[in-house]
């Protein structure tokens, strides 16, 4: 007996992620009860009780963490996607273009942005501040109107790239697997990526894999960004391209500092400000350039909206492009002998 499994379903499609893309703008991210997210989040909260259960909740309690969730969600996914695929195509396409949907975060980005812009433009700052609670995690009692668009414009930054690019473009490389095995690094350094005495050891593992995920798109938004800025008057690209290259170390970690700075430059604005987390204080750090004004106008946070719609659909050219690029298509074939792939290039 043979079985033939056809695994081109897995594959990057350039009109599943248009749709995905498409329906994540007009719609946001989907509320239901099996959101990948969410189930990736109950896994590893129970993995991660098991793990501590046995002792091993240090560095390589962490890598274990990592490798049973991605094998179980890429190949969860995976599989389901070939069965309904084989049940009938178009089930198999529905299923992958709302799994991409799912992965991606951009609309729901703007959706909240806007809230926070409306809010501060009516004077209702206490909604304001609500508002922006659900994009940052710092204290918001302290913030003014100025603060809080800075801060969803910070967002804006930074959710371009962990939100949008980072999953187009591993979808681009990968296809379906690459896009869930991103979210599962992506959920694990948002869940136990953190410097605290439970997390010190055992999170390292997911907050470095997060890291090394985000860097090429961290990169990429540096002159995307900057060639954004030169379709929104009043912006510079040249500003973009040099407060971005001088500042984005300013910030913590490997990566935000490249798309937040690089967007304060564009927008000729010092960004960031002072930052209150647990009643105190932890940084008066501005970005920017020297003697621009402090942001935080309506029209500092629509131009910033405008400069990151237009970087991502650059990224999103930039992974279509990819995926017209040679590549390999995969055949599975389980018979009386076993399992053996097969790859064949095309054009």
């Not at 690459?178 to 690094?185: E, R, T």
Request: hydrophobic residues 50%; proline residues 5%; contains cysteine.
């Amino acid at each position: 007996m043979e079985v033939q499994v056809d695994l081109t379903i897995l594959q990057p499609r350039v009109e599943l992620l248009l749709i995905a893309v498409a329906l994540d703008l007009v719609f946001g991210d989907p509320i239901y009860p099996l959101h990948p997210i969410r189930l990736i989040g109950l896994t590893l909260t129970g993995i991660e009780k098991l793990l501590r259960a046995i002792r091993l909740d240090g560095y390589v309690g962490g890598c274990i963490l990592f490798v049973l969730l991605a094998g179980l969600w890429v190949g969860a996914f995976s599989l389901v996607s070939i069965a309904l695929h084989s049940l009938h195509p178009l089930l198999g396409q529905v299923f992958h273009v709302f799994t991409l949907y799912s992965m991606i975060a951009l609309g729901d980005l703007f959706k909240h942005g806007r809230a926070v812009d409306h809010a501060v433009s009516q004077g209702n700052l206490e909604k304001a501040r609500i508002a922006v609670a659900k994009l940052v995690g710092r204290d918001t009692d302290q913030m003014d109107g100025p603060a809080c668009r800075r801060a969803a414009i910070e967002s804006l930054a930074e959710s371009l790239v962990d939100g949008f690019a980072s999953p187009v473009l591993f979808y681009a490389f990968a296809g379906l697997p690459g896009v869930v095995l991103f979210k599962v690094i992506s959920t694990m350094d948002s869940m136990v990526g953190y410097k605290t005495e439970r997390y010190i050891f055992f999170g390292r593992c997911g907050a470095k894999l997060d890291d090394v995920a985000n860097s090429v798109p961290a990169l990429l938004s540096w002159p995307l960004i900057s060639l954004a800025a030169l379709f929104v008057p009043g912006c510079s690209p040249r500003k973009a391209l040099r407060i971005g290259w001088l500042e984005h170390h300013m910030l913590p970690g490997p990566n935000a500092g490249w798309s937040e700075a690089t967007l304060a430059g564009a927008l000729q604005r010092n960004l960031i400000g002072p930052i209150w987390h647990h009643g105190q204080r932890v940084t008066a750090l501005w970005i920017g350039e020297i003697g621009d004004s402090e942001g935080g106008s309506a029209d500092d946070y629509r131009n910033a909206v405008r400069i990151v719609a237009i970087a991502g659909t650059l990224f999103l050219l930039l992974s279509v492009c990819l995926m017209f690029m040679p590549g390999f298509q995969f055949h599975a074939v389980l018979d009386k002998h076993g399992f053996s792939y097969t790859f064949r290039r095309f054009d």
